[in-house]
């Protein structure tokens, strides 16, 4: 045998080996791929999002070798918050057995939501997509605790109405602007907005902005400064939330007459300098770096380079709402393999992981999050928990809490919800009866 013939043996059996290894690899790892956008016009929202899903992941990875003793194989796919890059980010993503899927844009949730059934892949919408996907029994693949869109917009308008002195009787006669983005993460809430401002007798001012004109809002807050709105509640994301703070700024409108829906960032408020004292926004985790986990995610992914976030973003408001999206994730794959006995988990396996998901106050301070949020806890009827939020204040510097916190108006929304998700199944029919095993019977 000549040199040259035994190393053309040798390659092919070192690749063959590496092959088999690499196979190994995927088999012995949980893959849990994260749509993002770090890019574009929502790159300022998106970016910390990022930040915090990935490292809490890799910061398991680091400390605890994974999840069960199984490695997560984490992967980012770009896609700009664009549906259609969207979309082949999740076919680029799907031969890969993905456990769970992140897709950070309620467009792109609306998209994929009738794949779910067929793809078995559960859909993980945090607190955002569509509000009615609560609802098991009809989207037993859709996932969007702790809130609602529908249940934030109610929240606020509770908040409104303590400040007003008095219970929701005090919303009649108040004229409420509504500014938002003009897609479907903003038109989400309009029919809800509808019915209660008949229910309440508030009037609604809609201010909508296109997704090309967020950095060009002076048209909306003129016609603002013109009806007077006793108060406004915005539901932006990327650049409209600091042109928006802005440009109400520009015009004096009262800050504490100024609430929003939970994805408003420092950066956002910052930019509008000190007039933007006292705007508020909707939240239901802390704000702050003092936990144990972000500790460990400071020393053992930041430190060591293992994450893009700057040590000082680490704990800011949208990391620590991303860092939830990640425990979300991690917590329901460490259900998934106790309700299965297995420890490589599929997707199938974490939907009734998802299903019947359950992190009291006990696992909080277990995997180091004590008194970083409420309690979650889901159910095969329920699959978002409507969880009460609370409303932080900028102070100038930073956000603080400035209010108990608002439970969901349940009695107005469920009943919409409900409604909404029959509808939703009537229009895509023939949609799929539910067919899952449920290991919750709540």
Not at 260 to 271: L, M, N, R
Request: glycine content about 10%.
């Amino acid at each position: 045998m000549t040199n040259a013939n035994l190393r053309l043996i040798l390659g092919a059996a070192t690749a063959l080996g590496l092959g088999a290894a690499t196979q190994t690899f995927a088999q012995d790892s949980i893959y849990v791929p994260l749509l993002t956008y770090r890019t574009g016009p929502y790159a300022g929202s998106g970016i910390p999002i990022a930040d915090g899903m990935r490292d809490y992941l890799t910061m398991l990875n680091e400390r605890d070798g994974g999840i069960g003793g199984v490695r997560i194989d984490i992967e980012e796919c770009e896609t700009g918050y664009d549906t259609k890059k969207g979309l082949e980010c999740y076919e680029q993503v799907k031969p890969k057995k993905p456990v769970v899927m992140n897709p950070w844009s309620t467009g792109l949730t609306l998209s994929i939501i009738p794949k779910a059934s067929v793809d078995k892949i559960p859909i993980l919408s945090m607190a955002y997509g569509l509000s009615a996907a609560a609802r098991g029994n009809v989207f037993p693949w859709v996932f969007n605790p702790p809130a609602t869109y529908w249940d934030g917009f109610s929240q606020m308008l509770e908040y409104i109405a303590n400040k007003e002195g008095g219970g929701v009787e005090k919303l009649k006669g108040k004229k409420i602007g509504y500014i938002y983005l003009d897609a479907g993460f903003g038109r989400e809430p309009l029919p809800l907005i509808e019915q209660l401002s008949k229910d309440f007798g508030f009037t609604p001012t809609l201010y909508p902005v296109a997704g090309t004109d967020m950095q060009n809002q002076s048209a909306q807050w003129l016609n603002v400064r013109r009806d007077r709105p006793d108060y406004m509640i915005m539901f932006g994301w990327g650049a409209l939330n600091p042109t928006a703070i802005k440009e109400a700024v520009k015009i004096n409108y009262p800050m504490d007459k100024f609430v929003s829906i939970w994805w408003v960032g420092e950066d956002d408020v910052k930019a509008a300098g000190d007039g933007a004292k006292g705007f508020r926004e909707l939240n239901w985790h802390a704000v702050g770096a003092e936990f144990p986990a972000l500790k460990d995610i400071q020393t053992r992914v930041v430190e060591k380079g293992k994450s893009q976030s700057p040590k000082e973003k680490v704990g800011s408001n949208l990391y620590n709402r991303g860092l939830y999206n990640g425990m979300l994730i991690a917590e329901a794959i460490v259900n998934a393999q106790k309700v299965t006995g297995r420890k490589v988990v599929n997707g199938e396996d974490v939907r009734r992981g998802l299903e019947s998901l359950n992190v009291d106050e006990a696992r909080l301070k277990q995997i180091g999050l004590e008194g970083f949020s409420g309690p979650v806890k889901l159910t095969c009827a329920d699959h978002n928990g409507h969880f009460p939020t609370y409303v932080q204040r900028w102070d100038g510097e930073k956000f603080v809490k400035d209010s108990d916190w608002i439970k969901p108006m349940s009695a107005k929304v469920d009943p919409l919800l409900e409604a909404d998700a029959k509808s939703y199944a009537e229009k895509n029919a023939p949609w799929p009866a539910r067919t899952e095993a449920c290991d919750n019977k709540s």
